[in-house]
């Protein structure tokens, strides 16, 4: 890292509220997210000098764009805030933290406003699954596929049977730990589900076959939510610090990051990597860079982690990935326990996006936000005890925009 970048603060909506049957709109969503976390990291809106706005197919579920343009209705003071979007499917979130970063540390601005956001509980299942299938190349894959993603998910965990073999027991498992996580948490979509042993199994009648390996509970869900979080330069936290009456130390901060782009066919990623040690070389890449620029070694010197898992075996594979097994041996950490809440290395505390929802263009910015709760003590019920390092990983695609970064405090 060139120079720090501070957390100040932020917001998660409520992931279980559907905002379209509340006849309220994304402007609504935008406006709850910016408002309380305004109140959250203690600032103004005309301390905000920039703001970057996360966000997939705002389009396609609502019609608008344009979406940087809310700022200014948020509150007067916000209006003339140089704004901007980016999209990168699922990882949106991230790219626009990522903008956020470079904007902070170009020392052009010094405290920005980043909002990832998607409203997609307005239209039927079905039209939720088509658009979100803007992110394959379309025309090209998933041609035969009913459910785009399951089955581009489905593809990846037959290479990883292929490669190494594979049990759905443990893609079971990962599932039973992110929605148990999920309980804890009160902004959790999930968090008032009853779910039993047989949701989780191979099980037709309660745990149906969405295509191929990819059952109900192996997915995670379609989420109307917004999450927000304040970035600061150094010089600019320090100066909120001493206002607040904080010491700059209790403050989050971005240690590292990685960011990689991988050709977008999943075959063509697949092949690519036939002969290579990680499924997904790019993805290993964008977690050892974060690790790199925050100057740890890998996930022996993380606390928790929180990942993509938009399906069970994006999970498996990010375990690997992130360098808590070797690649092949993702299932040790799941049969030992050691990815559980009370685990040497929790994944998911927070519930992940299975337990706590997946509203697309935020989850990026809802994964800085909650690995900031963990290594300031702020977590509540999903606290991992002791927290000082927290890895997270982003993905949009089929491990297409990888985004990666490692959040903790100095003690």
């Known amino acids: 890292m060139s ?16 905002y379209n049957r509340e006849d309220l709109t994304i402007f609504d969503l935008f406006a709850d997210s910016v408002r309380h976390g305004l109140d959250d990291a203690s600032l103004d809106p005309k301390d905000v000098e920039v703001a970057h706005v996360g966000n997939f197919v705002g389009e396609l579920f609502t019609g608008q764009g344009m979406l940087g343009g809310f700022m200014g209705h948020v509150h007067p003071d916000l209006a003339g805030v140089p704004a901007s979007r980016h ?38 299942g079905k039209d939720a699954a088509d658009n979100l299938g803007a992110a394959i190349w379309v025309g090209e894959e998933a041609k035969d596929a009913t459910f785009i993603w399951p089955a581009m998910f489905s593809d990846m965990a037959e290479e990883v049977d292929r490669r190494h073999g594979l049990n759905h027991d443990h893609l079971a498992e990962i599932a039973k730990i992110n929605f148990a996580n999920a309980k804890r948490n009160p902004l959790a979509q999930t968090r008032g589900w009853t779910l039993t042993d047989e949701h989780f199994a191979e099980d037709d009648e309660v745990n149906p076959v969405v295509e191929g390996w990819m059952r109900r509970h192996d997915c995670s869900q379609i989420t109307d939510g917004a999450a927000v979080v304040f970035l600061a ?11 607040v009456g904080r010491p700059l130390e209790s403050f989050a901060k971005i240690k590292g990051w990685g960011h990689t782009t991988a050709p977008m066919l999943m075959a063509t990623k697949l092949e690519d990597s036939r002969e290579a040690d990680y499924l997904l070389p790019w993805t290993r890449k964008a977690i050892t860079d974060a690790y ?17 898992d938009c399906f069970t075996v994006n999970e498996y594979v990010a375990i690997e990935h992130f360098g808590i097994t070797a690649p092949g041996e993702a299932w040790k950490a799941i049969e030992d326990g050691r990815i559980a809440h009370g685990g040497s290395i929790p994944v998911n505390p927070s519930g992940g996006l299975m337990g706590i929802g997946h ?18 003590g702020t977590a509540r019920d999903c606290q991992v005890e002791g927290a000082q390092n927290i890895g997270t990983f982003n993905v949009g695609g089929s491990g297409t925009t990888n985004c990666s970064f490692v959040v903790g405090v100095d003690r």
């Open 233 to 243: 330069s150094e010089e600019r936290a320090a100066a909120h610090a001493k206002k």
């Open 87 to 124: 999209e990168g499917a699922c990882a949106s979130g991230s790219l626009a933290a990522l903008a956020a970063m470079a904007d902070l540390e170009s020392s052009r601005y010094d405290l920005a406003c980043v909002v990832g956001i998607e409203f997609m509980r307005n239209v039927p």
């Open 292 to 308: 790199r620029r925050a100057g740890i070694q890998g996930a022996e010197d993380l606390d928790a982690i929180e990942t993509h």
């Open 3 to 18: 120079k720090d970048i501070y957390i100040l603060g932020g917001h998660q909506t409520d992931f279980a509220r559907n």
């Open 359 to 376: 509203p697309v263009g935020a989850t990026g910015v809802r994964m800085l936000l909650d690995a900031a709760k963990q290594v300031t």
